[in-house]
């Protein structure tokens, strides 16, 4: 059956595509090799690990590093580039093209490059092994230093980071199929293209050619170091097969525990997570605030929605005290917030994805838009957004308040002979921020809240003792065991003081 289907990819065509790349020659180029390869059947790659690496362990690994005196355009510019060794989970090879004065060379992989430490594989090793990926250096929080920006590494994987920021984080080229029964597909970059800035330049240009069993694309990075490093992303895609679950612009993170659930783990730190939320801006401009969970079984949430003006996934909480870790600093992991340029988006959903997490060591949440009309063999698709790595709790410039603590816990009065069951539950959701802080505490703020399910009482509004700040809370008693969306935000007058905060929970989350 699966050879029948590779004979018909073979003759797929495919529209001129060179709108993205009419003022590009070079994005033209690859824009081209992207579609010519998507009418060709997929050749997974064959290159073979030498044995001394396809076995070594982490820390091996590690103690293999790059030289940075051959860092690409070492003390020549603004920007200098240093390379991956493969090796351990980066067993497949990338190539590299460097762009100098219009002239595309081939950047060659030299053992000369690599400090191989403590382990004794150099002489052991091939000299043609070539690069798993590459990192992007430039002068972020020093002028004397040239800090790790950028990396790409892994699949379609990229991670960034800004000013005082630490990698937590990561984005990917494409998502296919993330959480469907048939398993996930994981699109690759196999090509890059790195284009030599002017000396004094701030911004720096990558091209990349993607490829995979379902689909091809070429993409256009242009990456600019700075409080807030930005990448302008664009890419046309080339179906070679019906794809079920297309996510755009995909975000992956880690969420273990936190403030707003019982957790387990015998930890000292109170939390742990690189992100907190996904935070959307609504075509319809509402800003919507969504905390993350680490649930007991997978969950995947759909908001609906069109032209969605962005999304992403924010670290909020910017306090120490609040995780107590000196070696992760998960105060200073990065936001990403995604904004869509050009109105090709239409309507879809931000699709978010809940996988249980049982170690910090893996990520467990992904989001992504998938639009409401899939991409189907032989059909291609362009689309462009700029990522943005962040510290802002916030990222709406509307005074509107933003949540800035989740917390639930059993709503059971201290004291009680006849407690009620667990599942009955508290919930505190306390916002901050812009004109809340101007308000008196007698000023008549309403909560308004929104239940998929199950039966609310003590809804309440009030100013924090002390504080600027307000608080929402009621008790929830959930219907059965289905699970139980809710919306809240809060007003005065009928007036929205704040983003509309959406949580979901599940009576199996109490033990």
Known sequence: MWAFTVVWLVVLSFPAFAAQGENDPLFASVIERAQALAAQAYTPPNFQLPQP????????????????????WHGECLFEVQFFHPGFLYREPVHINVVEDG??????????MFDYGKTDLKDKL??????????IHYPLNRPDYKDEVVVFLGASYFRAVGRGQVYGISARGLAIDTALPQGEE????????????????????????????????????????????????????????????LGIAP???????????????????????DSD????????????????????????????????????????????????????????????????RGDQWGKGV????????????HDNVVAFWVSDQPLKAGESH????????????????????????????????????????????????????????????????????????GEVSELTAQKLPGSTDWRASFRLAPDGAKPIDLRLFLTLYNKRLTETWNYVWSPNEIE
């Open 53 to 72: 690496l396809a076995d070594i362990g982490y820390d091996s690994y590690r103690d293999i590093r790059f030289l940075p005196a051959r860092s690409l």
């Open 103 to 112: 002239e595309v060379r081939t950047f060659a992989f030299d053992k000369a």
């Open 126 to 135: 091939p000299a043609d092994l070539g690069f798993a990926g590459f990192r």
């Open 186 to 245: 994981f699109p690759a970059f196999r090509e890059f293209w790195l284009v030599r800035p002017a000396s004094d330049a701030t911004s720096m240009t990558v091209y990349a050619l993607l490829d995979s069993k379902s689909v091809t694309g070429a993409y256009r990075f242009r990456i600019s170091p700075d409080t807030e490093t930005a990448i302008e992303v664009s890419t046309t895609l080339f179906a070679r097969a019906d794809i079920q679950r």
């Open 251 to 273: 975000l992956t993170s880690m969420f273990f525990f936190g403030e707003n659930q019982i957790h387990t783990a015998d930890d000292y730190r109170p939390e742990v997570h």
């Open 277 to 340: 939320g996904l935070l959307v801006h609504t075509g319809a401009d509402e800003w919507i605030w969504r905390p993350f969970s680490n649930p007991k079984e997978l969950r995947v949430s759909s908001l609906l929605d069109e032209n969605p003006r962005g999304f992403g996934l924010l670290q909020r909480d910017r306090d120490f005290n609040h995780y107590l870790d000196l070696e992760a600093h998960f105060e200073r992991r990065p936001s990403f917030w995604i904004e869509p």
């Open 350 to 361: 931000v699709q978010l994805i809940e996988i249980p997490l049982e170690e910090e060591i």
């Open 382 to 453: 362009v689309f462009a957004y700029q990522l943005r790595a962040s510290l802002a709790s916030s990222l709406n410039t509307e005074r509107l308040g933003f949540v800035r603590g989740t917390r639930t816990g059993w709503s059971a009065v201290p004291g009680m002979k006849e407690k009620p069951p667990r599942s009955l539950r508290r919930f505190i959701v306390d916002f901050t921020n812009a004109d809340l802080t101007m308000l008196s505490s007698v000023q008549p703020v309403k909560a308004e809240l929104a239940v998929s399910s």
